[in-house]
């Protein structure tokens, strides 16, 4: 059985540095004037890094590291010292405001995309063993699973969460997502004047309407598949080839569809998506990658962000609010 996932770049983390997340999602950066400050490090089970420029940009740097283990640190799952981990372990706990603010939202896009979007299946995902050792589970333990499950599951009052036992809360979807709107603070705060920051495939393009992303290609062949220019904020990739796993000659990846407790298959091997918002990028991302492409544009549209989609045999879909944003350069790809 082949395993890619990103444990196994975990282990490499130290011997292959920045040229994995070059590898894997090419930045382009434009800044002028006074040279910039760069910083690369390891957390939420993903390679960083970040560039900026501007007063006290050393400072500020150290204080995006910090600011990304502490999130993770609130967030994980699996530390037992993290607040969310206490919350699954008691099927209850309090919120600060940010916390309830992020659940709020979780749930919105629970709801907008009919469910496609669900943060409750934390144990869905530990039986599939991504990030452990990762194996095709019995359909019966998958249908218990969903069974007890699902995001209406859970209660949020404005200061508390509660949810029966069976329910986990995962934050894997938006955590970096979340990690990019507490950078985007600290660049506000620190007067940085331009920055590109990435956590994995969530990008935040700071200071520059100028800054672009390179799309990674899917099927690795190529660094990316086109450039994108869309402007301040965040750009979000969920995709097949992120997290896998073969089995019999057959892939599993790791977004998995609510419905059926098996990986989306929704013709999409890629989707990503720009807001504003980090955590927006980054739930949309994956709920568009369980919708597919034509259900998916009009959750987008309902949020007012924009959208790539790359579907299995290579066409490229770019929704209006990106028109002209985005310049395909790899011919084995198709403009739709
Ligand atoms: P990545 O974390 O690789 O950037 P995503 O942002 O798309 O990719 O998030 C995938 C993670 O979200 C999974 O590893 C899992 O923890 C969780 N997840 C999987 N399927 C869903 C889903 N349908 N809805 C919400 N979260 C999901
Ligand atoms: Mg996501």
Redesign the pocket.
Known sequence: MAVSNSNSLKKIKYVIPAVILCAVFAVFFVFLGNKEKTASFFAMDTYCSAKIKGKNSSECLKQIEAAVTDLENIISRHKKSSDFYAINRDGKGTLDKKQSAWLNAMLSVSKNSGG????T??EL?DLWG?GDEPKVPDDEDIKAILSRTGYQKISLTETGISFPEGVSV?M???G?GIALDEIKALLDENKVSCGVISI???ILLYGSDTLTVGITDPAGKSQYIGILTPGNGCV?T?GSY??FFEENGKKYH?????ETGYP?DSGLVSVTVYSENGLLS?AL???C??LGKEKGTALLKEYGCGGIFVETDGGVTVTDDLAGKFQLTDTSYTMR
């Not at 496609?116 to 943060?119: E, N, Q, T």
């Not at 790791?254 to 609510?258: A, K, M, R």
């Open positions: 496609a979007f669900d943060f299946l934390g995902s991504f995962d894997g979807a938006v970096k994995g495939g969530s979000s969920s992120e997290r790791h977004i998995l569809n609510p989306a980054d991302s994956t709920a990658f369980v």
